[in-house]
């Protein structure tokens, strides 16, 4: 397929990367005209920065932008592009702030967290299509096929829910993963000592039900340790890991009645 990609960030350089393998991308639009050059680069394609540079001979046109750009970009590129598939790759945005603006509109959302120092095994990551017309949905099926074995036709509301799901799961478990290591470097401890532990809780956690699988001392109702720890964390005077640290732990006890 000959493809266009409007952004050049994290999503925008993976999925660069990976299609270009199977596939022609034509261009790499981005305002930021050098950010635009480094992408185009490395995927052999042309870099623009103005959206009437934009062609049209193209079979798929992929908006891979923050989610709040998304209605923005739709509006300054539909001029240009009237007849040309759009898809943005946005698990939290509705279709229809591309339907309202353009005809052929859809989604390719892959289920993934990116970054730039890391690659991505596409063929594990779950891939979402989403298009208004059939003869799209088709494209985008075909595409999503030749990346990944596990593509799945969601509409707008099962997308949003997966996208909540992973901010539990993915940016807010992270960030317990940060904590952790503010707490073992104020006592200069070694905070690989924890991978193992946090490989098995992810293991526990894909392989059986996660509430059966809760351990620790909230879930065990042993308010002595409880208190224990929260006497730590403000001797410390780290505020913040209080707080959270007495959330997690009264919605623990919630959760498992203790």
Same mark, same amino acid.
């Given at each position: ?27 790499? =639009? ?117 990346l990944s074995y596990r ?6 509301? /099962? ?16 960030y317990c993963y940060d ?15 924890? =991978? ?15 509430? /059966?699988? /809760? ?44």
């Amino acid at each position: 397929m000959r493809i266009s990609i409007i952004g050049a960030g994290r999503v925008a350089y993976h999925l660069a990367c990976v299609l270009s393998a199977q596939h022609d991308i034509v261009q790499i =639009y981005s305002r930021t005209l050098g950010k635009a050059q480094q992408l185009a680069e490395q995927c052999q394609a042309q870099a623009v920065a103005r959206a009437e540079e934009l062609s049209d001979h193209v079979d798929l046109v992929i908006i891979a932008v923050s989610d709040q750009s998304i209605a923005s970009v739709i509006e300054q590129i539909h001029p240009y592009l009237p007849h040309n598939l759009i898809v943005h790759t946005s698990g939290s945005t509705h279709l229809n702030v591309l339907k309202k603006v353009h005809v052929r509109v859809g989604v390719f959302y892959p289920l993934q967290t990116f970054s730039l120092e890391r690659q991505i095994d596409w063929q594990q990551t779950p891939l979402f299509i989403e298009a208004v017309h059939e003869q799209d949905q088709a494209l985008l099926s075909e595409l999503a096929n030749s990346l990944s074995y596990r593509v799945y036709a969601y509409n707008s509301s /099962q997308r949003l829910s997966l996208h909540l799901a992973a901010v539990f799961a993915c940016n807010f478990s992270n960030y317990c993963y940060d904590m952790a290591k503010q707490v073992v470097d104020a006592e200069q401890v070694d905070f690989s000592l924890l =991978y193992p532990l946090m490989l098995e809780t992810a293991n526990k956690a894909t392989q059986n039900d996660p509430k /059966q699988m /809760q351990t620790g001392p909230a879930m065990r109702g042993d308010r002595n340790i409880l208190s224990m720890h929260q006497a730590m964390l403000e001797q410390s005077q780290r505020g913040d890991l209080v707080e959270v640290y007495a959330l997690l732990s009264q919605q623990i006890l919630k959760r498992h009645q203790k």
